[in-house]
Nanobody
Framework: QVQLVESGGGLVQAGGSLRLSCAAS????????MGWFRQAPGKEREFVAA????????SYKVSVKGRFTISRDNAKNTLYLQMNSLKPEDTAVYYC????????????WGQGTQVTVSS
């Protein structure tokens, strides 16, 4: 089966760092634009960052720009999100998927990884 598995979340203090990983199954990962998304309690899932298939085109949500870095390793079918200078408002469940999600070859979203930032 094809699937997305996020990992690397945790509880950190404001100003701390986390590195999230997304392991994606399937043979077409290297041809897909990918993104990170997050959902905080009571809020809709929102876009965080995206990267095209080759890594030469990257975009970020304005509020994370300069703090987060998205990257990918196509040889490992893995997407990363390095998160520095974390803020309490970054607290959310983080998900990966194709970007835009409507292009996703996977059957469903993964279960995500919880990021909690304390003040």
């Amino acid at each position: 089966q094809v699937q997305l598995v996020e990992s690397g979340g945790g509880l950190v203090q404001a100003g701390g760092s986390l590195r999230l990983s997304c392991a994606a199954s399937g043979r077409r990962f290297s041809s897909l634009a990918m993104g990170w998304f997050r959902q905080a309690p009571g809020k809709e899932r929102e876009f965080v960052a995206a990267i095209n298939w080759s890594g030469n085109s990257i975009s970020y949500k304005v509020s994370v720009k300069g703090r987060f870095t998205i990257s990918r390793d196509n040889a490992k079918n893995t997407l990363y999100l390095q998160m520095n200078s974390l803020k309490p408002e970054d607290t959310a469940v983080y998900y990966c998927n194709a970007n835009p999600p409507s292009t996703s070859p996977w059957e469903s979203w993964g279960q995500g990884t919880q990021v909690t930032v304390s003040s």
